[in-house]
């Protein structure tokens, strides 16, 4: 009996190695397979960076960090451990763009809409004017026409933020592993690369990176079509 265990531990091992390598690096040829593998490792990437979002109440909107006519005012929490004397908006590259342009005009698109107004009409341009800036710019984006749409509230924006970042790394890891047939490993690679690079962490939900969201999208989608 001693020797059995050691013996029926080794094997346990072996066929989970086999297992893990068949998943992470041998090509699946079941299409459908290798998608739901890779919309669950999209969730589970996603989750895993927004750990503090989810499941602490954290926040990714530059107005939370900048308006300073909130009562009373937000307590800092955080998920996994950070170097003491940071705060959320230290890695921001232009938060100032999110925080007067890109959510403002979401809220703008909300109550144009809600209300039947002209989105096209800007209001706050001297005495109210048309422009080619007032016509098709961030106010038009798919990510502020949902959160406007759906009454542009604070969990309204986080949950359409959260969803397109699903759809990008969902649409990326589909993109390499199914379309270039990498392996799973490596599109998972590419996902962490996606979610943690410098552009998308220094300009999180900004004016300036909703492209990023999206182009995975395109991309997949250039590619398929």
């Given at each position: 009996?001693?020797?059995?265990?050691?013996?029926?531990?080794?094997?346990?091992?072996?066929?989970?190695?086999?297992?893990?390598?068949?998943?992470?690096?041998?090509?699946?040829?079941?299409?459908?397979?290798?998608?739901?593998?890779?919309?669950?490792?999209?969730?589970?990437?996603?989750?895993?960076?927004?750990?503090?979002?989810?499941?602490?109440?954290?926040?990714?909107?530059?107005?939370?960090?900048?308006?300073?006519?909130?009562?009373?005012?937000?307590?800092?929490?955080?998920?996994?451990?950070e170097r003491p004397g940071r705060e959320a908006y230290h890695a921001y590259y232009d938060i100032g763009g999110a925080?007067?342009?890109?959510?403002?005009?979401?809220?703008?698109?909300?109550?144009?809409?809600?209300?039947?107004?002209?989105?096209?009409?800007?209001?706050?341009?001297?005495?109210?004017?048309?422009?080619?800036?007032?016509?098709?710019?961030?106010?038009?984006?798919?990510?502020?026409?949902?959160?406007?749409?759906?009454?542009?509230?604070?969990?309204?924006?986080?949950?359409?933020?959260?969803?397109?970042?699903?759809?990008?790394?969902?649409?990326?890891?589909?993109?390499?592993?199914?379309?270039?047939?990498?392996?799973?490993?490596?599109?998972?690679?590419g996902g962490i690369t996606y979610l943690l690079n410098g552009y998308n962490v220094a300009n999180l939900a900004s004016?300036?990176?909703?492209?990023?969201?999206?182009?995975?999208?395109?991309?997949?989608?250039?590619?398929?079509?």
């Amino acid at each position: 009996m001693n020797w059995t265990f050691p013996l029926l531990n080794r094997r346990r091992l072996g066929s989970l190695r086999d297992r893990l390598e068949e998943v992470f690096l041998h090509q699946e040829p079941n299409r459908r397979r290798l998608i739901r593998r890779c919309a669950v490792a999209a969730l589970l990437l996603v989750v895993a960076v927004y750990a503090d979002v989810i499941f602490r109440g954290a926040s990714v909107s530059a107005v939370n960090y900048l308006n300073v006519t909130v009562e009373p005012p937000r307590d800092r929490v955080q998920f996994y451990p950070e170097r003491p004397g940071r705060e959320a908006y230290h890695a921001y590259y232009d938060i100032g763009g999110a925080a007067f342009q890109s959510e403002p005009g979401a809220q703008f698109m909300r109550r144009s809409f809600w209300n039947g107004e002209s989105v096209f009409w800007n209001p706050y341009s001297a005495t109210g004017s048309y422009g080619i800036e007032t016509l098709v710019d961030v106010k038009t984006s798919p990510l502020s026409m949902i959160v406007a749409l759906l009454g542009g509230s604070d969990a309204v924006f986080h949950l359409t933020f959260l969803g397109f970042s699903f759809l990008g790394v969902f649409c990326l890891l589909v993109l390499l592993a199914v379309q270039w047939r990498l392996s799973l490993l490596a599109a998972i690679a590419g996902g962490i690369t996606y979610l943690l690079n410098g552009y998308n962490v220094a300009n999180l939900a900004s004016n300036v990176s909703q492209t990023w969201l999206y182009f995975p999208v395109l991309a997949l989608a250039l590619v398929s079509f």
